[in-house]
Nanobody, 123 residues
Framework: QVQLVESGGGSVRPGDSLRLSCAAS??????MGWFRQAPGKEREFVAT???????????EYADSVKGRFTISRDNAKNAVYLQMNSLKSEDTAVYYCAAGALRSRLAVQYDYWGQGTQVTVSS
């Protein structure tokens, strides 16, 4: 059974940092990424990364987080991380881990999803 379990969310002030983790079990994935959904809004792409058998990684980011967020993977742990720095109030959302075969900014391209973790940025 495939499972993705996120952790690391919380409530922080603007300018603070958080690190989200997502542990996968049941199989390995070529692409793992992060999406987020704010209240009343559609789920949106945040970042994704693809690794190959020679541990070459490719990362892609939404423009709104580029330069502030960093996605990384630990293939030995079958996990993906999202380091979020310089957080803004507009980053407030439920963050979802996603996994699949194709690297994509489209949620429909991912086959498996975690349950989500809340990130709240407020002064």
């Amino acid at each position: 059974q495939v499972q993705l379990v996120e952790s690391g969310g919380g409530s922080v002030r603007p300018g603070d940092s958080l690190r989200l983790s997502c542990a996968a079990s049941g199989r390995t994935f070529s692409s793992m990424g992060w999406f987020r959904q704010a209240p009343g809004k559609e789920r949106e792409f945040v970042a994704t990364t693809t690794s190959s058998t020679v541990n070459v990684y490719y990362a892609e980011y939404a423009d709104s987080v580029k330069g502030r967020f960093t996605i990384s993977r630990d293939n030995a742990k079958n996990a993906v991380y999202l380091q979020m720095n310089s957080l803004k109030s507009e980053d407030t959302a439920v963050y979802y881990c996603a996994a699949g075969a194709l690297r994509s900014r489209l949620a429909v391209q991912y086959d498996y999803w975690g349950q989500g973790t809340q990130v709240t940025v407020s002064s």
